[in-house]
């Protein structure tokens, strides 16, 4: 299920113009909507999207009191390199 070969964001792509390929006009996922979508869990969709760039992510690091609360927004471009593959 996993194109690992396949790179959706490259990096030395010339700039494209137009609001359809700028990253923030693009449909953005939630955890919980990928996680309904494949049947899999919120942590599973967490650890595969966690340290990818162009995912979008806020919120509070964990401490030694309290645990981390992070949002995470899925940008489609990289559902479709998982589902493609």
Same mark, same amino acid.
Not at 52 to 68: I, L, Q
């Given at each position: 299920?996993v !194109?690992e070969n396949?790179?959706?964001?490259?990096i030395?792509?010339?700039p494209?113009? /137009?609001?359809e390929?700028?990253? *923030?006009? @693009?449909?953005h996922y939630?955890v919980?909507?990928?996680?309904i979508?494949w !049947?899999?869990?919120?942590?599973?969709?967490?650890?595969?999207?966690?340290?990818?760039p /162009?995912?979008v992510?806020?919120? *509070?690091? @964990?401490s030694?009191?309290?645990?981390s609360?992070?949002t995470?927004?899925?940008?489609e471009?990289?559902?479709?390199?998982?589902?493609e593959?």
């Amino acid at each position: 299920m996993v !194109n690992e070969n396949k790179h959706p964001l490259p990096i030395d792509a010339p700039p494209s113009k /137009g609001p359809e390929r700028v990253p *923030a006009f @693009e449909k953005h996922y939630s955890v919980k909507e990928l996680a309904i979508l494949w !049947n899999v869990s919120d942590r599973t969709i967490r650890r595969m999207f966690a340290a990818e760039p /162009g995912v979008v992510e806020w919120g *509070a690091d @964990e401490s030694r009191s309290k645990r981390s609360y992070k949002t995470l927004r899925i940008p489609e471009v990289w559902r479709n390199a998982y589902t493609e593959g």
